[in-house]
């Protein structure tokens, strides 16, 4: 177990809709980036953060947005949902390049 | 820019067999880190290796080894007398070093889909 943990594990929302996922780092990391996965292929890096700071995204439209808190837990936001953000999405927590350690989780569907 | 190949999509062995997992990396960097992660059905991915790109040297762990060669880019995975718990999706995956506060993102290959049949 990695001690990363992501809520909730799955989730079902309605195109048009907002979503916040969250994301429990490791004791001790201070680095939490967030990747989405679509079915088939390999994970796609969305954002990270680093002592609250976003640092660094990736092509992603503006209106996925996230949060890192004090205790280095982070939240993820998508507004206006549309279909192709179904997908598993990733958080992941490391100190610097010290290997990341994922969480499990969490699967959206979009209808 | 920075590229990861897994050309290999899907490879299926019998159990007891061996099996090797390719991957091609491109960088620019002159300091890198290259992973391999597993992601069986349950979907958390499972942190295996990390090799910074200084060190060339082989390792072993149990039944997994990694062969990585600069000179070729490329960073293969091999699992010897594999085992159904093996099945999984394989993902090769390259970072920059994050020195000076450079994003140190994971770019990953598409995975490679292990079936392992007993």
């Known amino acids: 177990e990695t001690g990363v943990t992501q809520s909730p594990t799955h989730l079902i929302k309605t195109r048009g809709q907002q979503v916040t996922l969250r994301c429990s780092s490791q004791s001790g990391h201070n680095t939490v980036s967030w990747y989405q996965q679509a079915l088939g292929q390999g994970p796609q890096f969305i954002f990270q953060?680093?002592?609250?700071?976003?640092?660094g995204r990736g092509n992603f439209p503006p209106r996925f947005s996230g949060l890192q808190f004090p205790n280095y837990s982070s939240e993820l936001n998508v507004n206006a949902l549309e279909l192709d953000d179904s997908a598993l999405y990733l958080c992941a927590s490391s100190w610097g390049t010290v290997e990341a350690f994922f969480g499990q989780g969490t699967r959206l569907t979009v209808v | 820019a920075q590229k990861v190949t897994q050309a290999q999509t899907e490879i299926s062995v019998v159990e007891k067999e061996d099996v090797t997992l390719d991957c091609v990396y491109e960088?620019?960097?002159?300091?890198?880190?290259l992973f391999w992660y597993k992601q069986p059905p349950s979907g958390e991915l499972v942190f295996l290796i990390r090799r910074n790109s200084f060190d060339e040297q082989n390792e072993i762990s149990g039944r997994y080894s990694w062969n990585f060669q600069k000179s070729t880019s490329s960073f293969n995975f091999t699992i010897t007398a594999s085992q159904v718990v093996d099945s999984a999706v394989y993902f090769c995956a390259l970072s920059r070093d994050s020195y000076g506060g450079a994003t140190n993102k994971l770019i990953f290959g598409t995975g490679t889909l292990l079936a392992v049949q007993p």
């Open positions: 953060y680093y002592r609250e700071e976003e640092n």
């Open positions: 960088t620019r960097d002159t300091t890198y880190y």
